[in-house]
T-cell receptor, first 115, second 112 residues
């Protein structure tokens, strides 16, 4: 089936540094998502993105977080500066539509470790 | 999204049929019932969805109560690969929200 690719699969950085997580969504998909999951806990919605703009964001989407998809390339999540509590697995997802019950396709996740 | 209630965990044995229940007593008319599953260290995977009628695909059978206040995901001939966390999620098609909200789901353990 369609694949969402995430790069890197794992990144270790020092607190305060910047990190960019990249997502290559399914081609022709229009909605993009980031979720955060701490080991053993439920998956938490961070943000969704459509038509070049953030549609919704949760309280977990701090001011240090930003998303973009320049020129239809990777959908990125940038954290600047990082904090210890940002350590988690970040999942990207995409869907073709919403109104026509389009399903979300998820990537394998990017594990972020902040030291 | 309206709330769903699922048991924390269930156990099964390879080859059996498993019934995973979900309660959604406050479901509204425009909300679909979606099921996703997540294997450790992987992203969630779509299983099935339905609105009112029972549905079936290669992965599962979804039985929806006539009043839509509950549903059951039925997995036949389960294998070890079916061990995962199964999430029952309500998704509205109209309205301003465009996101899935995950809960803790049901952890399905499958014994050899």
């Amino acid at each position: 089936g369609p694949k969402v690719l995430q790069i890197p699969s794992h990144q270790i950085i020092d607190m305060g540094q910047m990190v960019t997580l990249n997502c290559d969504p399914v081609s022709n998909h229009l909605y993009f998502y980031w979720y955060k999951q701490i080991l053993g806990q439920q998956m938490e919605f961070l943000v969704n993105f459509y038509n070049g703009k953030v549609m919704e964001k949760s309280k977990l989407f701090k001011d240090q977080f930003s998303v973009e998809r320049p020129d239809g390339s990777y959908f990125t999540l940038k954290i600047q500066p990082t904090a210890l509590e940002d350590s988690a697995v970040y999942f990207c997802a995409s869907s073709r539509d919403w109104e026509n019950t389009g399903q979300l396709y998820f990537g394998e996740g990017s594990k972020l470790t902040v030291l | 999204d309206a709330k769903t209630t699922q048991p924390d965990s269930m156990e099964s044995t390879e080859g059996e049929t498993v019934h995973l229940p979900c309660s959604h007593a406050t479901i509204s008319g425009n909300e679909y019932i979606y099921w996703y599953r997540q294997v450790p260290l992987q992203g969630p995977e779509y299983v099935t969805h339905g609105l009112q009628q029972n549905t079936t695909n290669s992965m599962a059978f979804l039985a929806i109560a006539s009043d839509r206040k509950s549903s059951t995901l039925i997995l036949t001939h389960v294998s070890l690969r079916d061990a995962a966390v199964y999430h029952c999620i309500l998704r509205g098609i109209t309205g301003n929200t465009r996101k899935l909200i995950f809960g803790l789901g049901t952890t399905l353990q499958v014994q050899p």
